[in-house]
């Protein structure tokens, strides 16, 4: 039973793990080397992974694609500590809207024209994305914004993720403490109510089997 706990503990953490490494802003040092707009037709494989079309636009199975190609920095610890090494990345540009992920982004067509300029250029760029790239798949992570920076070895400190832990260890810290003062003040009398009734329901039980034990004693005895 122990074993089943771990490891439904264990898988619950890891699928929270990847969800928020998806949904939450990363940075990637990048030249931005080309802009394209492509024609996609997305599959039951990868349709959960792009966001839903421009604003003002209808959802259509088939659609332009934005992407921005870049030369990446490679990073160590989830992009704080550059590396001397780059790759090749390429993002998509998409609206989120209102509804999700909550980047309330709309202004893809600015930030396209954006990635266009820097491409004319040689500066380097800190674009902010959420998502995963898997190439077998077609799935590209989602520019959110993009802004120029002094070169390759500029350090990128993940404020929003930081602030974002804390509040989450300390919401944890919270509703566990709120959950213990609930189940003792609540849960805890009425679990301890309904064992002494059940208790008291036995012995009544026992009671009577005695009684009718006692009498049927009787009887035999005759």
Known sequence: MRRLKLIF??????????????????????????????RTDFSGLNRMFYAQPDSGSSAQPTRDLRLIN????????????????????????EDTGWIWPPYFKFDSADLQ??????????????VT???WRVRWASIYPNAVGVRTVSGPDV????????????????????????????????V?????????????????????????SRWLDSWRSK
């Open 155 to 186: 350090t990128i400190v993940p404020w929003f993720n930081i602030f974002f832990f804390i509040f989450l260890m300390v919401a944890i810290v919270f509703v566990k403490a709120a959950w213990r003062q609930f189940r003792e003040r609540s």
């Open 70 to 93: 870049t030369q990446k920095q490679d990073t160590w610890l989830l992009g704080i500590m550059p590396r001397d090494s780059s790759s090749v990345m390429v993002y998509r540009n």
């Open 129 to 131: 994305h959420y998502g």
């Open 9 to 38: 503990r264990m898988t619950v953490l890891v699928i929270a793990g990847l969800f928020l490494h998806y949904v939450l802003p990363q940075h990637d040092i990048v030249k931005v080397t080309s802009t394209e707009i492509i």
């Open 188 to 212: 805890d009398p009425l679990l301890d109510a309904a064992g002494e009734q059940y208790d008291e329901v036995q012995a009544s039980v026992a009671e009577r089997k005695g009684r009718l």
């Open 113 to 126: 024209a954006e990635a266009a300029n820097l491409a004319r250029g040689d500066e380097w760029a800190v």
